[in-house]
């Protein structure tokens, strides 16, 4: 199928998401949509699937003017799409999710299964997709339920597939799969549109690479293109990719954890038995695939989480199954996971987000009484020191973007005198120059003296920020291995394997 | 070519998008809302109505008798609470008559009186992410503990009306805090624990006026001895004056300024605050969820019973069984006024003047044009009911959101 987008332009009120975007997939092409966060790329894909209706300008497929007024229209006419998160029914089979919504019956109207299975072998035969179709969904890992999501779209005869994002749950080996999924589909001829703001794949798969930058095409660039050429695209200025660290020469531990067992909210043992520790001066990376533990580990640092057995002492002081409180004053920084829900009151100012934890030290407060002179004096400080884009520290902090968001969190808790920084998915959703200051200051840190416990998802941000790097998988530590170890060996603990065997 | 300009109607350039002015409209929308049930429920209007293809005069008279009997409601909805320009200028011009001229504001100042109280506290919750719907039972309580230290100690002025007071708030902080307690300690929802225990403070209420301790000697009836002079809250200008506004108004003003204070520049009013905007930040800041909830409650729950005493030593002056029952049930009330006042102080003062006046005004309506009472009771919840869906109200009036600017509601929910 040959899609063509002329002069597509959306607004919403007086914010304008995508603005006269011209954009062609030829038939067997894998096209990628390379943009930051925010730069309008779901947008434009929810024009093309027809969830969202243009303002201006028409698609076009095989030369035909096109408009879908839902998405099921999109769907009859070929074009499949394959969500971030997926909209797949957790407890129904492989065969009940690829069939829903245009199930096979017998008479009666009851459900055919037979139909249904075979109809999903003959899908897997002719793209080589091997899935069980018998299996239930929620007992499948990650890469295999989004090869369902795949199988799905390709079973209603999708002539475009359209991936939003679809690496950002994958283990490197689960997104090498999937390069070599959606390389032999374009070999049969389908049009693949790839949508992403990660450099590498961009370079490993595209044919075509279109840019845009708030909701405007910057242009198109070719795969050989250097990352450094693509970021500046993408982000409109220069920048610098790779984190340059001085040689680590750590100190005392700041962080000891031991034997530590900690259950998440369904009462299972997300935590089984970590031990980890780390030195003043070093950045410890905790790697891992989303969901194997590492969130329970953090919130049990932070104390937010009950402490089922085991210790967690921060320089030599028992912390295990302190409040909150306790733990921020025995000078434990902490960037959470999720910002807006556990970092931020977005209701708030910025002035007051950057004072959350420490309303009461002198001198924002006296005698229970706020001095609003010295916040909105530390605020100024602070938004100058580490470049907060706002306009005005008394701006709430919703108005932010979600990297100036970040800022606020890193900016609050560097700002006050700390012997441990955790940062839980410290980039997650930030753009490359939020990023790359995000980085600077963890190093920095680290450089001064303070032990840093990074956890993220994003191997990249591991190698490059981690003087050691332990990874998790099934709530224990599957190994902690030097930055200099192989993706690969790397790829292999996180699915539970250990060391010895990676490396044989 | 240039960005076209999205579509500002006149609406929303002349006023902007300011709670005040969604406020403004919901009121003229429940005053329009009045209209309809005045016109549709009294016999003279709508005979003029069937009479509308009659004649030629028909729709011309329609129309008349409509404006006029509306008019003449509203008018004197005006003029019996906030005040008479021909009196006022009687008054003036003549020196006399001057309680005449001012009965119809103190009158509403008098009602606002308890209700602003009351209606902090619900606030101050509602601001902290908590439910209390047990302000009445909380302002009963307060009305209860009040009756006992003022009528059956008796002590000079200086030190008996301090103490009826915080008897007051002592009785408003016991009844509180048991939601209070059983939500932090057991999990229990305020909703039900505050909402139940209204009727066990209205229980308590009967049984105590029945008891020998409280009952006016002599009396088999739910009535209570009349509070001792030294604890009454006394008429502002004096008793000679004949205007009932009373010290009690001086209490709610330092009550908005305490709230003010309290929640814009405290401490303590700032982890309240954060608790209520995103109670898992706070916890993540360290602050301790059981301690805020207790507080407030603590909080909440004294200013009910402030409101409660000042009503019963202000107005009331004797504990009765209809104290603060049915219409009167200001914690009721304040639940509506705190959520058309926004939840601040200043608001929640607009928003109680307001339903004063309606209720006031209304009763003078009663009595000059025999539409009943009820009249201000739908405005009142014509009122709230366009308040709290903005979103209509936009509609109505083109008032457009911009995509940043959406105005917030008051509160998010049943939540916890």
Known sequence: ??????????????????????LTVEPGQIHCLLGENGAGKSTLMNVIFGLLQPDEGEVLIDGVTTRFSNSGEAVRRGIGMVH???MLVPVFSVAENVVLGFEPTKSFDRLDHQRAREEIRSVSQAFNLEVDPDAIVEELPVGLQQRVEILKALSHDAELLILDEPTAVLTPQEIDALMAIMRSLAASGKSILFITHKLKEVKAIADVITVIRQGEVVGTAQASDSEAELASMMVGRDVNLTVTKASVTPGDEVLAITDLVVRDDRGLAAVNGVSLTVRAGEIVALA???GNGQTELVEAIAGMRHVESGTITVKGVDITNHTPRQVLDAGVGHVPEDRQLHGLVLSMSVADNLVLNTPRRAPFARHGSRNLAAVNENAEALVT?????TTSTQAL?????????????VARELSRPLSLFVASQPTRGLDVGSIEYVHRQIVSQRDDGLGVLIVSSE?????ALGDRIAVMHAGQISGVVDPSTSRETIGLLMTG?????ADA | MPEPTPRRSFWARVTGQSPFVVTLFALVLGLIVGAIVIVTTTAPVLDAWRGFFSSWSGPGHALKVTVDNVGAAYRIMFTGSVFSPATLWHAITTGQGWTNALTPISETLTYATPLTIASIGVGIAFQTGIFNIGANGQAMMGGIAGAYVGTLIHLPMVLHLPLTLLAGIAGGVLAGSVPGLLKAYTGAHEVIVTLMFNYVVSAVLLYTLLSTALQAPGQQNDIARTLDPSAQLAPLFGTASGLRVNYGLVIAALVVLFAWWFLERSSLGFDFRVTGANPQAARASGINAKAVIILVFAISGGLAGLAGVTELAGFYKTLDGGFLVGNAGIGFTAITVSLLGRNKPIGIVWASLLFAALGVGGRAMQAATGIPLDLATVIQSAVVLFVATPVLVKEIFRLRTSPTAALQLATKGWGS
């Open chain 1, 84 to 86: 971030q998160h997926f």
């Open chain 1, 397 to 409: 902090v919703s108005s932010l973007s979600g990297g100036n968001q970040q800022k606020v969190i």
């Open chain 1, 288 to 290: 891992g695939v989303q």
């Open chain 1, 497 to 501: 394997a250990h060391v010895e065997s």
């Open chain 1, 1 to 22: 199928m040959r899609l063509e987008l002329r002069g597509i332009t959306k607004r919403f009120g007086t914010f304008t998401a995508n603005h006269r975007i011209d």
């Open chain 1, 459 to 463: 191997l990249d941000e591991v190698l």
């Open chain 1, 385 to 389: 020191r580490f470049d907060i884009r």
